[in-house]
């Protein structure tokens, strides 16, 4: 069981940025980590992966603002998140995969005002 606990989210105005933090309670390095979110009445989404080799995959809406980065030894995922937009609101939620299995945090909210 891997517990999956995200930070950083809050209210910020369009064009300015946040980084989100998901600290995992156990090693991450043989996982693929992910960020996902979901906006009020839409499907969860996919907005960034970073695999074990550190290669990288975002959502065609987020591409060119947002980075995603990992540090096994601290066990933590990073969303760096530029040039936010309003419809960039939603819940965040990490996602480590491991083999077939998924954990998923509780989520943080991110709000952009316009």
């Known amino acids: 069981q891997v517990h999956l606990v995200e930070s950083g989210g809050g209210l910020v105005q369009a064009g300015g940025s946040l980084r989100l933090s998901c600290t995992a309670s156990?090693?991450?390095?043989?996982?693929?980590m992910g960020w996902y979110r979901q906006a009020p009445g839409k499907q969860r989404e996919l907005v960034a992966i970073?695999?074990?080799?550190?290669?990288?995959n975002y959502g065609d809406s987020v591409a060119g603002r947002f980075t995603i980065s990992r540090d096994n030894a601290r066990n933590v995922v990073y969303l760096q998140m530029n040039s936010l937009k309003p419809e960039d609101t939603a819940i965040y939620y990490c996602?480590?995969?491991?083999?077939?299995?998924?954990?998923w945090g509780q989520g943080t909210q991110v709000t952009v005002s316009s």
């Open positions: 156990g090693s991450i390095f043989r996982s693929v």
């Open positions: 970073i695999t074990i080799g550190g290669n990288t």
């Open positions: 996602n480590n995969h491991w083999g077939s299995i998924d954990y």
